[in-house]
């Protein structure tokens, strides 16, 4: 069965660092999606895409996250600088274009910022 | 007001029992719903989806769906201690793309 496949699993980093996270999306689906879980809460959406444009990014922190996927593939999320605030689990998931139909998630990457 | 509600429990059943949980949208325009189980430390994995009013059935699983309510409910039959986790509700919005309830923690008891 096909996966999304990201990685690290997990990250440990202290404030004020950069971190990054990697993404690849379900072979042939066009869009992709990044969302955040604190512990204890529904994920949010921080961006999607569609093939190699950001569609929405209305709840992504723009002054300290950055997201791209230059080839309409895989994906790239940035924090820089990270803060205590953004211990999380960071997941990526992808659809055909349909989230009508749900999608699929990649099994996340666990940030915790000390 | 959060556009998906959910009680956050826990639902605590009995192994063998029925397990009922509930949620509610805000937003009278959405048409697809879903449910996702997510185990501790592991990412959402999806269990069902509803498009109509009514009922859909999968095995153990029966997703209920009433637009006219904006409520959501998923059945669990024969409640097995696997089946301990928690199970988020999601809604699809304009622009395709799904927002979360909080999600209910099922504890089911052997």
């Known amino acids: 069965e096909a996966e999304v496949a990201q990685s690290p699993r997990y990250k440990i980093t202290e404030k004020s660092q950069a971190v990054a996270f990697w993404c690849d999306p379900i072979?042939?689906?066009?869009?992709l999606y990044w969302y955040r879980q604190i512990l204890g809460q529904g994920p949010e959406l921080l961006v999607q895409?569609?093939?190699?444009?950001?569609?929405?990014d209305s709840q992504l922190p723009k002054d300290r996250f950055s997201a791209e996927r230059l080839k309409g593939v895989d994906s790239t999320l940035k924090i820089q600088p990270a803060e205590l605030g953004d211990s999380a689990m960071y997941l990526c998931a992808s659809s055909h274009g349909q989230g009508a139909f749900g999608y699929t998630f990649g099994s996340g990457t666990r940030l915790t910022v000390v | 007001q959060k556009e998906v509600e959910q009680n956050s429990g826990p639902l605590s059943v009995p192994e063998g029992a029925i397990a009922s949980l509930n949620c509610t949208y805000s937003d009278r325009g959405s048409q697809s719903f879903f449910w996702y189980r997510q185990y501790s430390g592991k990412s959402p994995e999806l269990i069902m989806s509803i498009y109509s009013n009514g009922d859909k059935e999968d095995g153990r699983f029966t997703a209920q769906l009433n637009k006219a309510s904006q409520y959501v409910s998923l059945l669990i039959r024969d409640s097995q201690p696997s089946d301990s986790a928690t199970y988020l509700c999601a809604v699809n919005k304009a622009g395709n793309k799904l927002v979360f309830g909080a999600g209910t923690i099922l504890r089911v008891k052997s």
């Open positions: 895409f569609q093939d190699e444009s950001v569609v929405d």
């Open positions: 072979s042939g689906h066009a869009t």
